[in-house]
């Protein structure tokens, strides 16, 4: 059993999720924080969403990739205020570079909890 605890130092995580229109395999690279050894959150603060996160919206079966093969996972968007604002705390307090991208205002920010199945 996975224990995403062991890529918690590292900087991004390709993530994979199915197109909403074309149905194809999209990977992006992305910011994560490990919350448990079986949960990352990620998130995005500008507007419009991006594609990732309206793609595991219509479709919730993502892989994530470290390095080592994918790894079957299934995304829940976050959508209560608080919880993106926790989401927003975690990813800043991983990466120096988040501060400034959020200091543009997070009024539009997006976030999902992944889980591994």
Known sequence: MADLTQFAKRSTVRLTTIGRT?????????????????????????APAANWY????????????????????????VTERAAIDRILREVRRKYL?????????????????ITLE
């Open 22 to 46: 074309s149905g194809q395999p999209r990977t992006v690279k992305i910011w994560f924080v490990v919350t448990d050894p079986r949960r990352i959150v990620v998130q995005h603060v500008r």
């Open 54 to 77: 309206k793609n595991l919206v219509r479709s919730p079966e993502v892989q994530l990739g470290f390095g080592g093969g994918p790894m079957a996972a299934r995304a829940t968007p």
């Open 97 to 113: 570079m988040a501060w400034l991208l959020q200091a543009f205002g997070t009024r539009h920010a997006v976030a999902a909890e």
